[in-house]
């Protein structure tokens, strides 16, 4: 393994339904992060994990979106009743003993 | 005032020409910086990381930081239209990157 692993790679859900992605991060990283990114902007910041810890969270995330990490492994991000305005790119990135953080090939959702 | 601010361009060089792309924060406290490339549809690659004042080259990069002015630019040269993509600036001021909306460079053969 060589790289942070997204899936699935894209979504199309209809309005109302819950959506769940998963993030497998570079093997020996402790730190995981979520940002979402929409057409034109730069990615924004969703939620950060050190080992099993969510540690940060931004405060624009919905009580829709929830975030886990169990066992300090992969990382799974699950938006409930799916609204129009979720449609985007959603990030995974994982960081280890260093500060460069490497980001997975995303999934991109779309909500009919 | 946003955090990390870019302009968006686009920014357009002739083939072989010096890109420079300019990126400002305003959290002094920040002590981390990097550039993404973003291709369109795909994810950001890293490709620069810069901590302390001054100049880091890596090939036809160099990246620049000062923190006094609180500024960071990315240049690149021989621009090849390869180089055509979406330039992110990154800042860690704490625990997660804030980045810029990015400058998209084109480059023309």
């Known amino acids: 393994d060589t790289g942070v692993s997204q899936d699935p790679r894209h979504k199309i859900t209809k309005r109302g339904q819950n959506v769940t992605f998963r993030c497998d991060p570079i093997s020996e990283h402790n730190r995981l992060y979520w940002y979402r990114q929409t057409l034109g902007q730069g990615p924004e910041f969703l939620t950060y994990?050190?080992?099993?810890?969510?540690?940060?969270k931004s405060r624009l995330l919905s009580d829709r979106f929830s975030a886990e990490r169990p066992k300090g492994s992969f990382s799974t991000l699950e938006i409930q009743r799916t609204e129009q305005g979720d449609s985007a790119m959603y990030l995974c990135a994982s960081s280890g003993a260093g500060k460069e953080a490497f980001f997975g090939q995303g999934t991109r959702l779309t909500v009919v | 005032q946003k955090e990390v601010e870019q302009n968006s361009g686009p920014l357009s060089v002739p083939e072989g020409a010096i890109a420079s792309l300019n990126c400002t924060y305003s959290d002094r406290g920040s002590q981390s910086f990097f550039w993404y490339r973003q291709y369109s549809g795909k994810s950001p690659e890293l490709i620069m990381s810069i901590y302390s004042n001054g100049d880091k080259e890596d090939g036809r990069f160099t990246a620049q930081l000062n923190k006094a002015s609180q500024y960071v630019s990315l240049l690149i040269r021989d621009s090849q239209p390869s180089d055509s993509a979406t330039y992110l600036c990154?800042?860690?001021?704490?625990?997660?990157?804030?980045f810029g909306g990015g400058t998209r460079l084109m480059v023309k053969p």
């Open positions: 990154a800042v860690n001021p704490g625990n997660m990157l804030t």
């Open positions: 994990f050190q080992n099993e810890a969510q540690l940060e």
